[in-house]
């Protein structure tokens, strides 16, 4: 099995609404990610995740903020965001932070509309 | 500072032909390199990988080429499916502590056509 699942697939928010994604894996990986894409651009990496622990944050904006409450799930919490954050949110996860894996395994992304 | 590049946005090929996508890079300590694989309204699906301690990594119909000394690689698809027909990135990675980032390309859109 090497799916990560994401909820909602589709998300629209107003600019003063609180909403979160949220990600899962039952890959037993022990790293996660966040990334956000806009249309015809790579992925962006936002945060990382090792061991549940935040390991890295991409200079993300404090309105985005990122929660791991076990090594299955990966929340991505949405406050007063801005139109220019629409975008396509990406979860992904790999096997292992420190070892030499590197392929990560993506989710099929939550489309997010700010209006 | 574009890193990995990509420099084709499209590609067209017909069923049953070889498509090459190339990837150059100007980084030379990425020592790793993947190809994913994206449909519109989805996540990238990892392809193929290769160290830099090889110069050919194969799966099936796809296959990466690594030059090292030219910065380049390239993913063969052999032979192309309309299945195929999809953005692939290249990506890039340092082994050892910053081995979580993967900096992409910006994509080459791969067209077969039936």
């Known amino acids: 099995d090497t799916e990560v699942t994401q909820t909602p697939k589709h998300l629209v928010m107003g600019m003063t609404n609180k909403k979160s994604l949220k990600c899962e894996q039952h890959?037993?990986?022990?790293?996660m990610y966040w990334y956000k894409q806009k249309a015809k651009k790579p992925p962006e990496l936002m945060f990382v995740y090792s061991y549940e622990k935040l390991s890295i944050n991409e200079s993300v904006p404090s309105r985005f903020s990122p929660e791991c409450p076990n090594s299955s799930l990966l929340n991505l919490h949405l406050h007063a965001l801005q139109p220019e954050d629409s975008a396509l949110y990406l979860c992904?996860?790999?096997?292992?932070?420190?070892?030499?894996?590197?392929?990560?395994?993506f989710g099929p992304g939550t489309r997010l509309t700010v209006t | 500072d574009q890193q990995v590049k990509q420099n084709s946005p499209s590609l067209s090929v017909q069923e049953g032909r070889i498509s090459i996508l190339n990837c150059d890079y100007t980084?030379?300590?990425?020592?790793?390199f993947l190809w994913y694989k994206k449909y519109p309204a989805e996540g990238p699906t990892f392809l193929i990988s290769i160290s830099s301690i090889k110069d050919k990594n194969e799966d099936g119909r796809f296959t990466v080429f690594l030059n090292k000394s030219a910065k380049h690689l390239s993913l063969h698809i052999v032979p192309s499916q309309p299945g195929d027909s999809a953005v692939y990135f290249c990506a890039a990675s340092v082994s050892g502590g910053s081995n979580y980032k993967l900096t992409f390309g910006k994509g080459t859109l791969l067209t077969v056509n039936p």
């Open positions: 980084n030379s300590m990425f020592d790793y």
């Open positions: 890959m037993g990986h022990r790293a």
């Open positions: 992904a996860s790999s096997q292992d932070f420190y070892r030499r894996i590197y392929e990560q395994y």
